[in-house]
Every structure is written in C-alpha cells, then in structure tokens.
C-alpha cells in the first residue's frame, strides 16, 4: 500500500512537469511565430549584377548611374571602365 501512493506521488509530479515543459515548449513556438512576420519585414530586395548575373541583397550592390546594379565594384568597372 505505501508503494502504492508512492507511485502515484512520483506519477503526479512527472505528470506535471510534463505539462510545464509542454507549456514552455507552444510559448517558445507562439513567440518564434511571432518573430517570423517581423524578420519578413526586415528582408531585403535581392538584386542581379548586371556583369555575371549573380543575384546580391539591395544593401551590398554597387549601383551605377544608369540603374545598372553590380555584385562588386570590380564588375561595375569591366562595365563602364570610364565612369
Ligand atoms: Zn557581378
């Protein structure tokens, strides 16, 4: 009979940190589902060189007067060596 309601102490306090955990882990999930819409808002336009066509983020292209986007300022120079 004592091990009995020993069982059912040690049942009970699992149980419930079972359900703590569970708890913890949809808060963690509700607040990285949350974080995800303002990490959307924050990406950026990808643009294409206009040299090699490699596709570059809008804040690392090297743009050029006519609108002409470039992966690096070595490629915008093999494009218009005068400018
Ligand atoms: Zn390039």
């Avoid at 949809?26 to 643009?47: C, D, K, V, W, Y």
């Avoid at 066509?53 to 060596?81: D, K, Q």
Wanted: net charge positive.
């Amino acid at each position: 009979m004592k091990f009995l309601i020993w069982a059912v102490i040690v049942f009970l306090i699992v149980a419930w940190i079972m359900r703590n955990k569970n708890a913890a882990n949809r808060a963690g999930t509700g607040q990285s589902g949350a974080a995800a819409p303002g990490r959307n808002t924050q990406s950026e336009a990808i643009l294409q060189c206009a040299h090699c066509g490699v596709h570059v983020p809008a804040s690392e292209a090297v743009r050029h007067a006519p609108g002409a986007v470039f992966c690096s300022e070595a490629h915008r120079r093999l494009t218009y060596p005068d400018a």
